[in-house]
């Protein structure tokens, strides 16, 4: 593919000095995916694999001053929102927002670590649901994030049509926190349930796994897939990187999001010479 004609996503993250997660799991992902990031740091963090210690906001005028100078600069394709730490923050998005109405958004609400650590207070939740959501083309929420996000809803179903009676475009739900056999992925839209996908479930837990299939998502949605299919592989790719993760620390394994490269290098062979492979 021609670098001139790689879509854009504009991301909005924190930095986790990891790798596993944040900033750096998307860029991972959308470079694999085809794609060009365009990176907007949200907040700092001091977290390993085992949890978040502390994080620092970034201030919202220099997230603004950030994203707008990607969006008045390139052809942004899609806009990806992860951890945005403060409702400032959500507000400054969801202004950028409506002066770009035509730029897809997938969100992932992170509200908390992986180990359950709060980053989100309640004036920011209420900040997603009243200003972010009605924005959002795809949201990406685990079990547990869907029912706060709809906390007047008695299962996962009712929560999920609430975001969308709001104005979400979709709503995909993540069954990693179900306690259920396989992982099961729900996709909502057109006030229904459109499709359900099962995955093995793997035996590890892993660090980054949200921020990898939001990105994922805005990776494929960017290549102008239509919402089935982009969806689809979005999930293929994302539990092909967890199947590949690694325990690099004493904490949650993390994804190997180039897992298609190195696979590509081993099926050459070290005295091979190197050619041109597709990227997944």
Same mark, same amino acid.
């Given at each position: 593919?021609?670098?001139?004609?790689?879509?854009?996503?504009?991301?909005?993250?924190?930095?986790?000095?990891? $790798?596993?997660?944040?900033?750096?799991?998307?860029?991972?992902?959308?470079?694999?995916?085809?794609? #060009?990031?365009?990176?907007?740091?949200?907040?700092?963090?001091?977290?390993?694999?085992?949890?978040?210690?502390?994080?620092?906001?970034?201030?919202?005028?220099?997230?603004?001053?950030?994203?707008?100078?990607?969006?008045?600069?390139?052809?942004?394709?899609?806009?990806?929102?992860?951890?945005?730490?403060?409702?400032?923050?959500?507000?400054?998005?969801?202004?950028?927002?409506?002066?770009?109405?035509?730029?897809?958004?997938?969100?992932?609400?992170?509200?908390?670590?992986? #180990?359950?650590?709060?980053?989100?207070?309640?004036?920011?939740?209420?900040?997603?649901?009243?200003?972010?959501?009605?924005?959002?083309?795809?949201?990406?929420?685990?079990?547990?994030?869907?029912?706060?996000?709809?906390?007047?809803?008695?299962?996962?179903?009712?929560?999920?049509?609430?975001?969308?009676?709001?104005?979400?475009?979709?709503?995909?739900?993540?069954?990693?926190?179900?306690?259920?056999?396989?992982?099961?992925?729900?996709?909502?839209?057109?006030?229904?349930?459109?499709?359900?996908?099962?995955?093995?479930?793997?035996?590890?837990?892993? #660090?980054?796994?949200?921020?990898?299939?939001?990105?994922?998502?805005?990776?494929?949605?960017? #290549?102008?897939?239509?919402?089935?299919?982009?969806?689809?592989?979005?999930?293929?790719?994302?539990?092909?990187?967890?199947?590949?993760?690694?325990?690099?620390?004493?904490?949650?394994?993390?994804?190997?999001?180039?897992?298609?490269?190195?696979?590509?290098?081993?099926?050459? $062979?070290?005295?091979?010479?190197?050619?041109?492979?597709?990227?997944?």
């Amino acid at each position: 593919m021609n670098p001139e004609n790689l879509p854009i996503v504009l991301v909005l993250a924190g930095n986790d000095p990891t $790798g596993g997660a944040g900033i750096q799991a998307d860029i991972e992902t959308l470079v694999s995916l085809g794609c #060009h990031p365009a990176p907007v740091i949200t907040a700092l963090t001091v977290q390993d694999t085992v949890g978040v210690k502390h994080y620092q906001p970034v201030e919202a005028g220099l997230v603004i001053s950030q994203a707008r100078a990607i969006l008045e600069d390139m052809p942004v394709a899609a806009i990806k929102a992860g951890m945005l730490a403060t409702a400032e923050n959500v507000t400054a998005l969801s202004a950028i927002l409506q002066d770009y109405p035509e730029v897809p958004l997938i969100l992932d609400p992170v509200l908390a670590s992986g #180990h359950g650590e709060s980053l989100a207070d309640d004036n920011l939740v209420e900040a997603l649901i009243s200003l972010l959501i009605p924005q959002t083309t795809i949201i990406t929420p685990n079990i547990l994030e869907v029912m706060q996000l709809a906390s007047d809803a008695d299962n996962v179903d009712a929560a999920a049509q609430e975001l969308l009676s709001i104005g979400c475009g979709y709503v995909l739900v993540t069954g990693t926190h179900a306690r259920t056999p396989e992982v099961e992925n729900r996709l909502y839209g057109n006030r229904r349930l459109l499709e359900t996908w099962s995955w093995e479930r793997l035996p590890d837990q892993y #660090h980054g796994s949200g921020c990898t299939l939001a990105s994922a998502c805005a990776a494929t949605f960017s #290549h102008g897939m239509d919402i089935l299919e982009a969806v689809a592989e979005a999930q293929d790719y994302t539990w092909h990187a967890l199947e590949r993760g690694h325990r690099l620390g004493m904490g949650q394994h993390v994804p190997d999001r180039l897992y298609w490269a190195r696979e590509e290098t081993e099926d050459r $062979g070290e005295d091979d010479e190197p050619h041109e492979g597709n990227v997944h």
